[in-house]
């Protein structure tokens, strides 16, 4: 096991940077995701981490080691890929014993490490089936195998769980975690999947156009997004997002329609912001149905059991809220709503920088 | 789609013209065989007499005690398979690099090879002979198989490029990510997977060299003359030895049709590897 820091790291295909210098330090044991929409640089960091693209600038260090000249089977690092790169032409057994006998470790060892890695992946019995032979999860699971008999210093996955479907991929998220605690090795995890990101990491690094946009624990980053694309990216369903200006009363925010503008109640305005054009976010679970709160006509419904999704039009613009209410309110009619102003968001217009 | 016909349609429209095509193609084949098998009272009896009047093997008696024909069969057999090691030893690491390694220059290379095909061989040969000539290389088996190999290697790249694509990076980028070398990663991952398509251009060198004319004419002399060549020299100014004649292009033609009746699904399925997602 080991930490891995990541310092200014650039990439750069001939004239055109994708990655504009990357810092991340990731401690020993630690399972930090990077997540990103797609073409955010979070793969190519990732290969750059493996040693499968080389690095135009900066520094990759694994533990003490910088391995920036480091071919990837001096790495010491294992990686599961999306379509799982399972040797077509070898068993199951055979593909996770096959780094251990390019390193020639001894036949008794290879099988005690492969049968070890199989019984925590419930593979025992198709250890002699070939990858055409099983299901999409049996093979997730066996390119996991492989990394696990490895006994790496740094688990790499490259969406994983992308190919998977959602049932599978729910239950695999699992796998992953607990495989995590068991064995405790530092894992970087890619994925554009923001509920994975969540729900899986210690540390999440949120990318964008090639630099990272936040960094931290996963509610942190839920309850604090430093800007604009963080607090769009993180939560499901998204934040509501209101452009307009700060008052005296509040937030009075634009309406697009023309007509006259609603004032949003904000719970403390940082001082000296009057006057400041803004934009107001409010995540759909921290708007409360308030009889005596901003009347708001129903658009859509969408009930789910343990809670309903509502869309509303009010002062021009759509909110997205989630009741853990029932709502007996049908679309067309009006309901008073108000957010938690403890937890409301106002991020400056032009910058996009949280204030 | 689901297409149905009714049976005198499909007869016209398909089994019909396909066997007027088959029939055309394979007549010579039959009438070779034929001719090979008669005695020599019915090669020259008139009017044409179609089926043999007894069968008899005397020419292709003849043929193997009389003439150097068999030196000849080895001397194809060794050409033929010189130019598929040459063919294979040089093309393999080509097509590999073309497929795995972006480089200057990959693509003019990669279509310079396809340009090489587009000349006439007969425009290549004149130059080649003359090359040949300077280097001490007439009538030697390396000459020839060098000749064979002008149009067997480019070839070769173009059909093994598309099985090496056919195959992830993915797999290459897992084993050198377990610890294999670049080489390792090669022989224990990539080399097994696209076997099936080395063997497929292997026997398709064989056959094109084994049936090849022109080259070996204009190469060979009187120490690696192929059968191919051997053959022709039946045909004399005032007579033609039919009976030895067909008996030898049958003998030729017999280890190619085995050969290509190996390969015939492979190769269709090489030529459109990776058309579709499978």
Known sequence: MASVQIADVRKAYGSTQVIHGVDIDIDDGEFVILVGPSGCGKSTLLRMIAGLENISGGEIRIGPKVVNDVPPKERDIAM????????PHMTVADNMAFSMKLRKAPKA?????????????????????????LSGGQRQRVAMGRAIVRDPQVFLFDEPLSNLDAKLRVQMRTEIKELHQRLKTTTV????????????????????????????APLDLYDNPN???????????AM??????????????????????????????????????????????????????????VVVIEPTGSETQVVVRCGGQELTCVFRERITAQPGESIGISPDTSVTHLFDAASGKRL | MIWHRSFTRNLIQVEIPVLLVLAFALAPFLWMLLTSIKPNADLSQFPLRYLPSSTTFEHYRTLIQRTSFPINLLNSLLIASGAVLLGLATSVPAAYSFSRFRFRGRRTLMTSFLVINMFPIVLLIIPLFVLMRALGLIDTFIGVIIGHSTFSIPFSIWMLVSYFNAIPRDLDEAAMIDGASRLQTIRLVVLP?????????????????????????????????????????FIGEFTVQW??????????????????????????????????KS
């Open chain 1, 240 to 297: 509501n997002m209101l452009k307009g200006k700060i008052t005296a009363a509040g937030f009075e925010a634009v309406n697009p329609k023309g007509g006259a503008s609603l004032v949003w109640p904000i719970g403390k305005a940082p001082a000296g912001s009057e006057g400041r054009e803004a934009v107001y976010g409010v995540r759909p679970e921290h708007v409360r149905l308030d009889p005596n709160g901003i009347k708001a006509e």
């Open chain 1, 109 to 133: 060892e290879i099988e005690e490490r492969v049968t070890r890695a199989a019984q925590i992946l419930g593979l025992a019995n198709l250890l002699e089936r070939y990858p055409r032979q």
């Open chain 1, 227 to 237: 800007n604009l694309f963080v607090a769009g990216f993180i939560g499901s369903p």
């Open chain 2, 243 to 276: 009976g030895i004649l067909t008996a030898g292009g049958t003998i030729i033609a017999l280890p190619v049709t085995i050969l290509f009746l190996f390969v015939q699904k492979r190769l269709v399925g090489g030529l459109t590897a990776g058309a579709v």
């Open chain 1, 80 to 87: 599961v890929f999306q379509n799982y790169a399972l040797y």
């Open chain 1, 189 to 216: 995890y890619v994925t554009h999947d923001q509920i994975e990101a969540m729900t899986m990491a210690d540390k999440i690094v949120v990318m964008h156009d090639g630099i990272v946009e936040q960094m931290g």
């Open chain 2, 193 to 233: 997977l696209v076997m099936p398509g080395i063997v497929t251009t292997a026997i398709y060198v064989f056959i094109t060299s084994w049936n090849e004319y022109l080259f070996a004419m204009m190469l060979s002399g009187e120490t690696v003359r192929p059968v191919t060549v051997a053959l022709q020299l």
